[in-house]
């Protein structure tokens, strides 16, 4: 009888361990499931509170919004308001638009390593015949033309020298057309009143010039004076031009 008791107990145990475990689970699941769906709500309030945010701004600066295959955008000549962040219409969510990786690199330095120079006519590219760096390959030796890879800000700067009894203006000319930036040497002699011969002007020069670039806009170096004759660049290394990117857009 005792024996038969026994079983009785541990077999009742087992049961209550059993239903207490199940109960367990069950409400560990519905407390997991409700943590789950206020998550889910809290989102998007907080997605319906940005778009609110943003169309009242939008209101209130007077830009206006086109469609655009479902997402909402501002009109091109003013840009979105929020650059890189875009709206879709049609499931309410906000997204982010691809950017260029931060640690991209584009950067270049060239001169003239010719011992007898380079000789250049009148509205003509220099070309440099020395390739020291070429961080993305934006640099094109045979032309002579930088052409943008990846849209942003870009630094640029211009050595220029001129061999002995040449004079040179240069400048770098943005998409082959704006002079955004000129330098001049005079390695010219004139005769002195004492009979010595004096060199005028400056036989070196030079400049930086900071662009907004797009992908695909050109920048290159190009004589623009004299417009007669035929102007020597130092060799050496002495000329050189070199540019880089320091932040894309």
């Known amino acids: 009888m005792d024996r038969y008791i026994n079983l009785v107990m541990v077999t009742t145990l087992c049961v209550m361990g059993c239903q207490g475990q199940l109960y367990g689970q069950t409400m560990g699941k519905q407390l997991y499931d409700k943590n789950v769906d206020t998550l889910h709500n809290r989102v998007r309030e907080l997605e319906g509170t940005v778009i609110q945010l943003i169309t009242q701004l939008q209101e209130m600066q007077g830009i206006q919004t086109v469609s655009n295959k479902g997402t909402k955008q501002t009109s091109a000549k003013r840009g979105f308001m929020f650059p890189g962040v875009s709206y879709n219409s049609e499931n309410g969510l906000l997204a ?3 950017r260029p990786a931060p ?3 584009v ?3 060239v001169s003239l390593l010719n011992e007898a120079g380079a000789t250049v006519l009148y509205d003509k590219t220099i070309l440099f015949d020395d390739i020291q760096t070429n961080i993305g390959n ?3 030796v ?11 800000t870009y630094i640029f700067t211009l050595n220029l020298a001129c061999e002995e009894g040449s ?3 240069a400048s770098i000319v943005k998409n082959k057309i704006d002079q955004v930036l000129k330098a001049i040497c005079d390695h010219r002699k004139r005769k002195s009143a004492g009979g010595y011969y004096l060199y005028c002007g400056s036989t070196q020069n030079g400049g930086t010039a900071i662009l907004s670039l797009t992908r695909g806009e050109t920048v290159t170096v190009k004589k623009v004076w004299p417009s007669f004759g035929i102007s020597t660049a130092a060799g050496n290394g002495y000329t050189t031009f070199s540019g ?3 932040r894309p857009s």
């Open 142 to 152: 045979t032309t002579g033309i930088f052409t943008c890879p990846l849209s942003g």
């Open 96 to 98: 982010l638009e691809p």
């Open 244 to 246: 880089y990117l320091l």
């Open 107 to 109: 950067g270049f330095y």
């Open 167 to 169: 004079y040179l203006q």
């Open 103 to 105: 640690d991209a690199e």
């Open 138 to 140: 934006a640099y094109d």
